[in-house]
């Protein structure tokens, strides 16, 4: 019995985790491809780390007595208010780190201060995803007990092809809110070129595990429901890499509208930047067939 137990507070407790993470990528990952923020975080003094890390500790612990992403309720002096408020800032800082290592803004070559002063700034809002985890798309389990056949009969009610052309549509439009205002900017080509083909695989492994994640484990909105969603692409892996082209075909034609691309280019110029692009689209996009 007590096994039991302790499995399921470690599954609870990276279930929190897991949606802290996704709702940090939800709110944080336009910042990350601002060079801007690169190039601040790269000349902020130790003095303005700090006091970076004190106001993201002071509104996420009050963001938690809201609705923090463990969903708690707390009295204002509570240790365990601050533990999770530390948590959430080193789920943001995790996160982050990760990313900016996955865009190669951090490497071996680049030094302890500039890599600090990066991973704190790009953290901010990644650590404000966090604590917001819950109110995004918020978990819904509590109705689950009351309409859990709700999903299956209106699931059997819908045609497939309806039913995938919905998810379809909700891909396109997540993918165009958080990739659009990206697509035009020199951040694209300047990544791109510097993405071998590792690097690449490794875009295309990050996207889908991210996009998997906010769908169907971080517990957002009606987890159950999604699984049962009848469609052409009804399993989760399947929905998962069908979602991830339709976001790479949206944020390709983003950059083709932007004039990022153009038809006389080499394919492979196609490929490198629209794998940049796809991070964020496919993150929009998972955020989108939650929507529906």
Known sequence: MTTKRQKNVWRSEITDIIRGACGGFLFGI??????????????????????????????????????????????WLAPQAAM??????????ACSAFVLLLLQELTPETSLKESLGKIIFESVPFTLGVALANQFLGNISKSNGKEQTTPQENGSAKDELHATLADVGATVIGATVIAFSIAPTDEIPMLAAAASPPWQLAMIATSLLISYCIVFQANFSDQQKRKQQKGIFQRPSSETIMSYLVSLLAGAFMLWFFQKLTFSDPWTMWLDHTLILGLPATIGGAAGRLAI
Not at 84 to 93: F, K, P, Q, S, Y
């Open 30 to 75: 336009p910042l990350l491809y601002t060079m801007e923020v690169w190039w601040i975080g790269s000349l902020v003094k130790p003095q303005l780390m700090m006091m970076a890390i004190a106001l993201m500790f002071i509104v996420v612990y009050l963001l938690n007595h809201t609705e923090g992403f463990r969903k708690r309720k707390y009295s």
């Open 84 to 93: 999770d408020t530390v948590e959430a800032i080193a789920i943001g800082l």
